[in-house]
């Protein structure tokens, strides 16, 4: 055999499946709820990141890869983390400064 | 100091460039269109990721109401109001495609011709109709409701802006998977792979595949959810 590949009992793919549809069921339930505030977006931070986990593991078979792969892909983005706190801070930086100059002193 | 240098800077010009870089030396043990397949999907995480942080962004500093996702995307079916249940369904459609996708991996891998195009052409499907709900979806929000990329009448004028932006790059990108799918699945059913033995080429649209439910899982958690 010429390439062996990625192969893997049908098995785990139906359960990761099962799971995404439970978990999608979940984020769309924290919407029918209308649950608010910090349980809101922990609830579907928390379930994005299952989701996401599973589908990067398993379906894009990360979990069975060399590191040598892993880390060449996993380890870039988290780069991003640092591009999204440095606009979190200067988004707000903007939200507060419209407030101060735009917003009616009365 | 210069004579511990063993090579100096540039006294053998571009052949030099190719001695350093090929040094015999294979550091990732997988086909090469696989590799570049997941170099891509990482440059395309960070055009994601870039779309998404200028939507938290804009979203963060608007001091106008942003509207809410839940009763912007409501449909009433069957005389029932259900808040975000297009999205819900088209998300169910890209998970279910995902689930073909990868099962026609599987058996892709053990060689079986006629189950793996069957369930590359399940997933084309699914991946079209996903395409079809998003025009249905857009020309709901573009007609009915008067969003326009620069302002709508429900709340911040960012709200068209990101919306057109982030899901139009994704719809692209499930369009685009849709004919490269197409492409994998005729060389399946032709029977191309049996012949060259480069069944791998599926499960490398299935990356592909996977990276385009993988976005959509992050856009229904943060625009469409938040």
């Known amino acids: 055999m010429a390439q062996a590949g990625q192969q893997h009992p049908i098995g785990i793919y139906l359960k990761v499946w099962v799971l995404l549809f439970i978990l999608s069921a979940f984020s769309y339930t924290v919407d029918i709820l209308h649950l608010e505030g910090y349980l809101r977006w922990s609830l579907i931070l928390l379930l994005m990141v299952l989701k996401a986990g599973l589908i990067v593991a398993v379906f894009m078979h990360m979990m069975w890869e060399r590191l040598a792969l892993v880390y060449t892909i996993l380890l870039p983005p988290l780069c991003l983390l640092v591009l999204v706190a440095l606009m979190a801070v200067e988004a707000d930086y903007t939200f507060i400064t419209r407030g101060l100059f735009f917003l009616p002193a009365e | ?226």
Not at chain 2, 90 to 107: D, E, P, R, Y
Not at chain 2, 175 to 198: E, P
């Open chain 2, 1 to 226: 100091m210069a004579q511990d240098i063993p090579i100096a800077a540039n006294d053998d010009g571009h052949p030099a460039i190719v001695q350093d870089w090929a040094g015999d030396r294979q550091v990732f043990h997988i086909p090469w269109g696989k590799g570049m397949m997941w170099i891509f999907l990482v440059s395309d995480t960070f055009i994601f990721t870039c779309f998404l942080t200028a939507y938290m962004t804009v979203r963060i500093a608007t001091v106008e109401p942003w509207p809410n996702a839940s009763e912007v995307f409501a449909l009433t079916l069957f005389g029932h109001h259900l808040p975000l249940i297009l999205i819900a369904i088209m998300t169910f459609a890209l998970i279910t495609s995902s689930g073909t996708m990868a099962m026609a991996v599987n058996f892709a891998y053990r060689r079986d011709r006629r189950k793996t195009a069957t369930m590359l052409l399940l997933t084309i499907m699914l991946g079209a109709s996903f395409v079809g709900m998003q025009a249905f979806e857009w020309t709901k929000l573009i007609v009915d409701e008067g969003v326009r990329p620069w302002g709508n009448p429900l709340g911040a004028a960012q709200f068209g802006a990101t919306f057109f932006m982030i899901t139009g790059f994704h719809g692209l990108h499930v369009s685009a998977g849709v004919i490269y799918l197409a492409v994998i699945a005729r060389k399946v059913l032709r029977g191309d792979y049996d012949r060259n033995g480069r069944y791998q080429n599926v499960e490398i649209a299935g990356l592909y595949w996977h990276f385009v439910d993988l976005v959509w899982v992050f856009i229904f958690a943060l625009f469409y959810l938040w």
